[in-house]
């Protein structure tokens, strides 16, 4: 685990929440850690929801090893599963119009039905699943994937800055058009769409600063994966879901502000130092 701490870690480590949960859910009741030992970490939700508390959903190395429904085939894409092949596979598919959003390199229920739709389409077996046979299929009826086709821009149109994100370096989110600019003296280095807390767990407005990071993190509270985050208000943070990538604006945090492309929030983790400025607003 790699951390970097700032003075209000000892603050923010009492309770770092922000695990994922179904739009306007009521929060779930506080756990505390074992006493001398961390939690572990466990996986975001499935995009179906429904993972039981005490049943951790399966990494993408044993989702992508699963049987498939069809006796022996076996599957090099499947649900659960984070890549880059993933990547051009959702690029590919939207160039054939079975996708509308741009390409997250996770494969959730969306891609999956994609997947099933196509092979029902060209007379393959509709297991949701990409095997070789389905794979070599979507590769001949489309072309690859240019870098602008596997990362847009940005899903969601960029909202004009805030005043306070004009100065410095900044992390200016908008509530409104569900973005995060990186700017660094008033011009935008990179953006990216980002979801917030539901209106029970709301992500807090504000100016604020980046108090601490941490690469690989647990929430302690929901024990749920927070990787590539930047805390910058008590418990709330900038971090990468894979709940986000999986069912989009579906679900929301418990306050935190969700990212669903890892790649640019891994390139932006490593841009901002703690001190950075951290503008939310409406």
């Known amino acids: 685990m790699i951390r970097?701490?700032?003075?209000?870690?000892?603050?923010?480590?009492?309770?770092?929440?922000c695990g994922p949960q179904k739009s306007g859910a009521a929060p779930a009741a506080p756990s505390s850690p074992v006493a001398g030992s961390s939690p572990a970490a466990s996986p975001s939700t499935p995009d179906d929801g429904k993972a039981g508390a005490?049943?951790?959903?399966?990494?993408?190395?044993?989702?992508?090893s699963a049987p498939s429904s069809s006796p022996g085939v076996k599957p090099i894409m499947a649900n659960g599963d984070e890549s880059e092949q993933t990547r051009e596979l959702q690029a590919r598919l939207r160039q054939l119009k079975l996708v509308s959003t741009a390409p997250t390199g996770f494969y959730g229920s969306k891609t999956t039905a994609a997947v099933k739709t196509f092979q029902s389409q060209h007379g393959l077996g509709a297991t949701g699943s990409v095997d070789?046979?389905?794979?070599?299929?979507?590769?001949?009826?489309?072309k690859k994937p240019t870098d602008d086709e596997l990362r847009p821009p940005?899903?969601?149109?960029?909202?004009?800055?805030d005043p306070r994100c004009m100065q410095g370096r900044v992390m200016c989110i908008s509530k409104e058009s569900r973005t995060l600019a990186w700017m660094?003296?008033?011009?935008?280095?990179?953006?990216?769409?980002?979801?917030?807390?539901?209106e029970n767990t709301p992500t807090r407005e504000g100016e604020f600063q980046v108090g601490w990071k941490a690469k690989e993190w647990t929430s302690t509270i929901?024990?749920?994966?927070?990787?590539?985050?930047?805390?910058?208000?008590?418990g709330q943070a900038v971090h990468?879901?894979?709940?986000?990538?999986?069912?989009?604006?579906?679900?929301?945090?418990?306050?935190?502000?969700?990212?669903?492309?890892?790649?640019?929030?891994s390139a932006l983790f490593d841009q901002v130092k703690v001190g950075d400025k951290v503008v939310v607003y409406w």
């Open 154 to 161: 940005t899903t969601n149109e960029v909202d004009a800055p």
């Open 54 to 64: 005490s049943s951790p959903a399966a990494s993408p190395s044993q989702a992508s």
């Open 4 to 17: 970097t701490f700032g003075l209000a870690a000892a603050v923010a480590l009492a309770a770092t929440g």
């Open 240 to 265: 990468y879901s894979s709940d986000f990538a999986a069912r989009g604006y579906a679900g929301a945090s418990h306050g935190c502000v969700n990212v669903r492309d890892k790649a640019k929030l």
């Open 132 to 142: 070789e046979a389905t794979w070599q299929k979507i590769q001949g009826l489309s």
């Open 184 to 198: 660094i003296d008033g011009k935008v280095v990179s953006t990216m769409d980002v979801r917030f807390g539901s």
């Open 222 to 234: 929901y024990h749920t994966s927070m990787p590539y985050s930047m805390f910058f208000s008590e």
